[in-house]
């Protein structure tokens, strides 16, 4: 996992719409602000810091960047929390 505070990340209930509309596929910024309703100066900034945590990924296509759940940061973190399961 990357030096950003992933928990800090996803307290913010923006960034996890975005993750939760990121999850059926790959979506552009236009397509995002316009699903939340935000300016792409506020969804800028959730990008960088989603980015930032490596929760996303950005692919350029054209003249469009799509954006991209990386799944590998959540089974890191799903292994990370299973050890304070209840295992015996």
């Keep these: 996992m990357s030096d950003t505070n992933i928990f800090k990340v996803l307290a913010d209930k923006q960034r996890r719409d975005i993750l939760v509309m990121l ?3 790959r979506m552009n910024a236009g397509e995002i602000a316009e699903q939340l309703g935000i300016t792409p100066a506020a969804l ?3 990008l960088k ?6 929760l996303i990924m950005e692919y350029k296509q054209k ?3 799509y954006y991209e759940i990386n799944t590998s ?3 890191e973190l799903i292994l990370w929390i299973g050890q304070f399961g209840g295992g015996k």
């Design 44 to 46: 800028s900034y959730h």
């Design 73 to 75: 940061v959540f089974d």
């Design 63 to 65: 003249n469009f960047i």
């Design 49 to 54: 810091l989603l980015k930032g945590a490596d």
């Design 23 to 25: 999850k059926n596929g």
